[in-house]
């Protein structure tokens, strides 16, 4: 069975652009969760989909917003692209969710770098 | 509020050492479930336990075991007879259920080396 799948791995912008990046789940999973990677600030929780659905979300600005299609495929963006915004971005994919048992597994990130 | 704490921010070892990570908690949830996650230079976080708040017994699997007390409030994870390919950053994590729709809380990982 394939992981989860991030597109592209790697990714160089810059200041004031935009950016999309993807995840494919799990097969089967529906829930798609998407999470933030720096040195300073660790692993620091995006938001959740769910049916198409944004169930759950963390304390980001408004310019990351995110999508969930009817295969469960996600999609998050990022506008007017900060230096701060630098930071490996994982996609995490589980049977269903909000539910604190689940087993939430993730992709390899896409590594981004804002000049 | 939920916190995790990893202490530990590198732990470099020799090859075959034994070696703790530590992990404790904080939770006013009475359900909740704690993870290990292990995160190799390739970026993905790879699921390695789970363990509910109600079963306090140690397990065991393979080189690795993982001791919750929740007396302390800890979950530490123990690596025996360390190898190369243990080289890591690891990860607990805490999720709860009383706070409804909470997502999974890392501890800012701890980062070990194994030496050959």
């Known amino acids: 069975k394939a992981g989860v799948t991030q597109t592209p791995r790697y990714l160089i912008k810059t200041r004031g652009q935009q950016v999309t990046l993807s995840c494919s789940p799990i097969s089967g999973h529906r829930s798609v969760s998407w999470y933030q990677q720096t040195p300073g600030q660790g692993l620091q929780f995006l938001f959740e989909?769910?049916?198409?659905?944004?169930?759950n979300k963390g304390n980001f600005p408004g310019r990351f917003s995110g999508r969930q299609f009817s295969n469960s495929r996600s999609e998050m963006n990022v506008s007017t692209l900060e230096l701060g915004d630098s930071a490996l971005y994982l996609c995490?994919?589980?049977?269903?969710?909000?539910?604190?048992?689940?087993?939430?597994?993730f992709g390899a990130g896409t590594r981004l770098s804002v000049l | 509020a939920q916190k995790v704490t990893q202490a530990q921010t590198e732990i470099s070892v020799v090859e075959k050492e034994d070696v703790t990570l530590d992990c404790v908690y904080e939770t006013r949830d009475t359900t909740y479930y704690l993870f290990w996650y292990k995160q190799p230079p390739s970026g993905e976080l790879v699921f390695l336990i789970r363990?509910?708040?109600?079963?306090?017994q140690n397990e065991i699997s393979g080189r690795y075991s993982w001791n919750f007390q929740k007396s302390t409030s800890s979950f530490n994870f123990t690596i025996t007879a360390s190898q190369v390919v243990d080289s890591a950053v690891y990860f607990c994590?805490?999720?709860?259920?009383?706070?409804?729709?909470?997502?999974?809380?890392f501890g800012k990982g701890t980062r070990l080396s194994v030496i050959a």
């Open positions: 989909y769910f049916s198409e659905t944004q169930r």
């Open positions: 363990r509910n708040s109600f079963d306090e």
């Open positions: 994590a805490l999720s709860g259920a009383a706070s409804g729709n909470t997502p999974l809380v």
């Open positions: 995490a994919s589980s049977l269903i969710p909000h539910r604190p048992e689940n087993i939430q597994y």
